[in-house]
Structures are given as C-alpha cells and as structure tokens.
C-alpha cells in the first residue's frame, strides 16, 4: 500500500502547488474549478488566504493518507477515508465562502 500512499502524496503535492500559485499571484485568484474570482477589495490579503486554505487543506489530506501505510489492500476501514474527504471538500468549500464573504467588494 505504499504505492497508494505516494499516490496520494502526489495528489497533496498537486494540491500545495495550487497554494504557492495563489500566494504568489498578483491578481485575485479563483478557487474552484473554471471560476472567476470575485471583486476584492483587497486582492493581496485574499490570495494569502486562500493560499493558507489549500495549505492547510494539504495538511489534513495528507493525514488522511496516512492509513494507507497501514492497512492491508480491500480493508473496510478505507470507507471511513473516503466519507472523511467527502468531509474535508465540504470543509474546504465552506472556509473559501467565509473567505470570499469577508473580502468581497460591498
């Protein structure tokens, strides 16, 4: 199941060169697929958030991966992986729009 983990460690490494492109960005960055950014008032302090998001993002994908150096191929427990990233999109999702709503132009 190493395979599966450097699998998933290439996925977070995907993910945290998302978050460096943000962070380095000099226009308002969009997060989710194929969507324009909206109007912020303060572009810099936007795009270090939403950086910090898919940093921490990164994080706690990569935790979640880490069952996969441990359990054996077929084990059920890897239900309870999957249902854990449904939640962490979720998560994901609802952190950008309080990020968004805090610098979005009024």
Do not use: D, H
Request: proline letters at 4%.
């Amino acid at each position: 199941m190493i395979i599966a983990f450097i699998i998933w460690s290439i996925g977070a490494a995907v993910f945290l060169a998302i978050g460096i492109s943000c962070r380095k960005s000099r226009e308002a960055v969009g997060f989710f697929t194929f969507t324009k950014p909206p109007i912020i008032e303060n572009v810099e302090a936007y795009n270090k958030a939403v950086s910090n998001l898919w940093f921490v993002a990164v994080l706690i994908f990569e935790i979640l991966g880490v069952p996969f150096l441990f359990l054996k191929q077929n084990s059920p427990w890897f239900l309870l992986i999957i249902f854990a990233v449904i939640i962490w999109v979720i998560g994901i999702m609802v952190c950008y729009m309080k990020i968004e709503g805090k610098y979005k132009k009024k």
